[in-house]
Structures are given as structure tokens and as C-alpha cells.
């Protein structure tokens, strides 16, 4: 038995050529595709990038801040310590003003937060998404710190008032609390160093801290008879 392949039309080498430009056209349409989604892709980086330059505005600011108010911060809390050994030796009777220093505002990441559930930053730069991550986990550190440092206040706080009132139990817990308070205000301004070097090399602009914010946090305690 003599199997008969059938014979093209216009022979092998014309079917040949047609079934050649078929495949160059599919492959043409695959090619278009992929460079369309690339070019959706470039768009949709843009566009988050963007988005997270101008949210990382907002703790660029608070970070600023931090840096420019640790020296004050400090000197308050030593203000504090100095006032609450005296009242340790009952060698004071002054009244005490409020004594929580201005630490800033909340950090925002909502932006980061609904882009890393999304696709989009798989398609950032290696390098850049790498200081995003870095960016935007000190961030997440400086809340806890943040958090911690609140507590401190807190108890400190109660110096407020007549001093004199405290007993010891109050008086230790304070000292406790200001050394608590001495490491996070520290610790929290280093931190923010690193991330508004951070935000500089991912071509975010920075802003000084308020003067007139600065010099109420700088201000001596009130203290009066």
C-alpha cells in the first residue's frame, strides 16, 4: 500500500514561504505584545515612584526634625534629671510646666504598603527597590522606637506639678524612664540621618526643620515658686 502526501497548489517551497510568513507574523504579534506590557509596566513604575517620592516627603519631614531637635531634647531631658535630684534631696520646691517635648508626627506608608501588594515593585530597579526596602523598614523601626519613647514620656510626665509629692517609687521610675529616653531620643535621630541619606540618593528633596518649631522644643522647662 502507497501513502500519497498531498501536493501543495503551487508546490513545497511556495507552502513553504507562506507557512514562513505566518510565523513571522505570529511572532511579530508576540514581540508587539511583550513590548506594549513593557511599556505598561515603565508607566505603571513612573507612576509609583511618584507616588512614594511624594510620601516619603511627609516622614523626610519628621525625620528632619528629629535630627535638628535631638541636642534640645536632650538638654531637656537632662533639665529634667537635675530638677528631679533635687527634689530627691527635698532641696526644691519649684512648680514644674509641661514637659513633653515636641518628638514629631506619625509616619506614613500607605503608598508603600498598597504597592508591595500589588506587582508593580517587582518591576523597579534591583538597586532602587533594594533602598526602598531599606527605607521603608528603618521607618517601620523608628515607630517602635517612637512607640517606646511615648511610654518614657509618659512617666516622666509626672514630675509635672509639685515635685515634692513623689515618693520613691515615682523618683526611680522617672530616672528609669529618662534614661530610656536619653537612648531613643539618640537612636531615633541616627536613624533618621541614614534616611534622609536614603531619601537624597533615591532623588527625594529634602526640607530643613521649622526654626520657629525648633526654638518652643530648645526653650528652658517653666519652672516657677
Known amino acids: 500500500m502507497h501513502v500519497h502526501l498531498p501536493k501543495p497548489m503551487h508546490g513545497w517551497r511556495q507552502f513553504a514561504g507562506e507557512v514562513g510568513v505566518i510565523v513571522l507574523g505570529v511572532l511579530i504579534a508576540i514581540a508587539f505584545e511583550q513590548m506594549v506590557e513593557r511599556l505598561r509596566w515603565v508607566g505603571e513604575v513612573r507612576t509609583a515612584r511618584s507616588a512614594l517620592h511624594r510620601e516619603m516627603q511627609q516622614p523626610d519631614r519628621v525625620f528632619a526634625w528629629r535630627v535638628a531637635a535631638e541636642p534640645c531634647v536632650s538638654r531637656r531631658l537632662s533639665e529634667i534629671e537635675g530638677l528631679l535630684e533635687r527634689t530627691a534631696k527635698h532641696a526644691s520646691k519649684s512648680r514644674v510646666g509641661p514637659v513633653i517635648p515636641d518628638i514629631g508626627n506619625a509616619l506614613d506608608d500607605n503608598v508603600w504598603e498598597t504597592y508591595r501588594a500589588s506587582q508593580t515593585l517587582a518591576h523597579f530597579d534591583d538597586a532602587e527597590l533594594a533602598l526602598l526596602g531599606v527605607y521603608y523598614t528603618q521607618l517601620?523601626?523608628?515607630?517602635?522606637?517612637?512607640?517606646?519613647?511615648?511610654?518614657?514620656?509618659?512617666?516622666?510626665?509626672?514630675?509635672?506639678?509639685?515635685?515634692?509629692?513623689?515618693?520613691?517609687?515615682?523618683?526611680?521610675?522617672?530616672?528609669?524612664?529618662?534614661?530610656?529616653?536619653?537612648?531613643e531620643n539618640r537612636i531615633v535621630a541616627s536613624i533618621a540621618t541614614d534616611e534622609l541619606s536614603y531619601s537624597r540618593d533615591l532623588g527625594v528633596a529634602g526640607r530643613p526643620a521649622n526654626a520657629e518649631r525648633l526654638k518652643k522644643v530648645c526653650a528652658p522647662i517653666s519652672i516657677s515658686a
Open 140 to 183: 517601620a523601626n523608628i515607630r517602635l522606637f517612637e512607640g517606646q519613647e511615648t511610654r518614657d514620656w509618659a512617666t516622666i510626665k509626672v514630675i509635672e506639678g509639685d515635685p515634692s509629692r513623689l515618693g520613691p517609687v515615682d523618683v526611680a521610675g522617672i530616672r528609669v524612664a529618662i534614661q530610656n529616653a536619653r537612648f
